[in-house]
């Protein structure tokens, strides 16, 4: 089982940045990928960046070129730099991890965009 550490989210005027970080543990299988999904209320869950132990990126076309992805294999650490924040960006942010043959999310943490 992981277990996730997630912080950084905060109401935040639209044009602004915030910084996600989310270290995962508990568990001694290998992460081959971590990233970030959200849940808008009313809505389903979706992927917004994921970044491969390898190095290797995907993100959701609505965050291409203002939110960036990055991580620390070593520590099982990811962030997600989101810049030019909009109102659409307010969402509870979950951190993924995903082993060989199960998926892990966490608790999630709240992003607001509003002025």
């Known amino acids: 089982q992981v277990q996730f550490v997630e912080s950084g989210g905060g109401l935040v005027q639209p044009g602004g940045s915030l910084r996600l970080s989310c270290t995962a543990s508990g568990s001694s299988a290998t992460i081959y990928a971590m990233g970030w999904y959200r849940q808008a209320p009313g809505k389903q869950r979706d992927m917004v960046a994921i970044i491969r132990s390898g190095g290797g990126t995907n993100y959701a076309d609505s965050v291409k070129g203002r939110f960036t992805i990055s991580g620390d294999n070593a520590k099982n650490t990811v962030y997600l730099q989101m810049n030019n924040l909009k109102p659409e960006d307010t969402a509870l942010y979950y951190c993924?991890?995903?082993?060989?043959?199960?998926?892990?999310w966490g608790q999630g943490t709240q992003v607001t965009v509003s002025s």
């Open positions: 993924y991890a995903a082993q060989l043959t199960s998926n892990y």
